[in-house]
Each structure stands twice: as C-alpha cells, then as structure tokens.
C-alpha cells in the first residue's frame, strides 16, 4: 500500500535527505519545496506539507533527525571522557560537542549536514540556541556546562558568543574540505586537518575572557 506505514516513512527520510543536500548546496532560501519533492521522486507534490507544514518546518525536521541520530555518539564519549579522567580537558570537552557532526556524512561521504548547518547559521531567520548540535541533548548540556566552567570570569552571554564562533569555524571548514577533496586540490591529510582545526576551537575557546577584562 502506498499509503502503508514503512513507505510513508521511507518517504519522509527521502525528503529529508533531499533537503539537506540542496539546501546546503544553494541556500534554504533559493531552494524550493517543489524541487525538494521532485528530486526526491515524489509524485505528490503536497508530500512536504503534509510531512512537514512548511520549509521551516522541514528545516527543523532535518536538526532534529540529525540531532537523535548523534545522541548516542555524544552519551558514549561524555560516558568516555568521564571513564578517562577528562571531564576538565578542555579539548575533550569540544571534541564531545563537534565530532559527531564531523562524522555525519552523506552517501557520497560529504558532510551535507554541516553544509546545511552553514547555511542554517547565516539564515536571517536562524536561532543559535536551535543551530542543530544537539543543544537539548543532556550529553551536550553536561558538556557545555563542563566547558564554560574552564574559562574563569566568562559571562553565558560571551561563552554562547564564543560557541557560535566555533560553530562557524567547524562546520565552514568541513564544507571547504569537501570542496577541497573533490577539486584534488587537499592541502593536508583529513585526520591532520581535523587535529589542526579542533587544536584551533580550543585556542580561540580559552582566550582571556573579554567580560572579566572589563570588570
């Protein structure tokens, strides 16, 4: 039955696989919910509305999806971290909150997600605290909290500020590895890359705090 269950599940993860990718390659705004139905072969052309209400609605979706997908991932190396002694590294503690998006990977092994993600960021209508790495998460809430108490005299305000900037850091520097991967033109081993770029998180994460500076 096209109507069964399974197939209207399948449908849906279609559509939002679809989504993800064109919207990270062009933009959410210059995408269409028409296109998204068409490249996802669906010969009902209200499938999204009726999955989703709307593009906002699918963009959500897409976090959301996203988001239970790496909850695991993010239990299981809080569990870790904890298990080794370094709940108070900060490099372990970033390492909780970015890896598992740097591991989400398409069918053609790009980061789709962190392509989206980037164009999530930059959307007029986009909110940090819903810009999809899980902030609901309680692994992610245990490691936040964890983070922001490393950095003495650091105001929520600046270390959700000093957050967005390291989330604009990771996820444009993967988009520009994948670019970098297909053009043949990749300046440094992926494993290599990816130890430079978190080394660099923590650096800009532990700088002097500009609140206590100024009290």
């Known amino acids: 039955m096209s109507n069964s269950p399974n197939v209207a599940a399948s449908n849906r993860e279609r559509i939002l696989d679809t989504a993800e990718r064109l919207f990270g390659q062009h933009g959410i705004d210059s995408v269409s919910l028409r296109q998204i139905g068409e490249d996802a072969g669906q010969k009902n052309k209200t499938a999204i509305q009726y999955h989703f209400g709307s593009k906002e609605g699918l963009a959500k979706a897409i976090i959301q999806r996203r988001s239970k997908m790496m909850e695991p991932r993010i239990d299981q190396m809080y569990a870790a971290a904890g298990t080794q002694g370094r709940l108070d590294d900060m490099r372990a503690l970033i390492e909780i909150l970015f890896l598992p998006v740097w591991e989400v990977t398409d069918s053609h092994g790009d980061h789709s997600y962190a392509a989206f993600l980037l164009q999530y960021m930059h959307h007029p209508e986009f909110k940090p605290e819903s810009s999809g790495f899980g902030w609901d998460i ?78």
């Open 138 to 215: 309680h692994g992610h809430v245990l490691t936040w909290n964890r983070l922001k108490a490393l950095v003495p005299g650091l105001g929520e305000d600046e270390a959700f500020a000093r957050l967005y900037v390291l989330n604009g850091m990771f996820v444009s520097s993967m988009v520009r590895l994948d670019s970098e991967r297909k053009s043949g033109k990749t300046l440094l081993p992926r494993e290599t890359f990816l130890n430079m770029l978190l080394d660099m998180m923590v650096a800009a994460f532990a700088a002097g705090s500009a609140e206590g500076a100024a009290s």
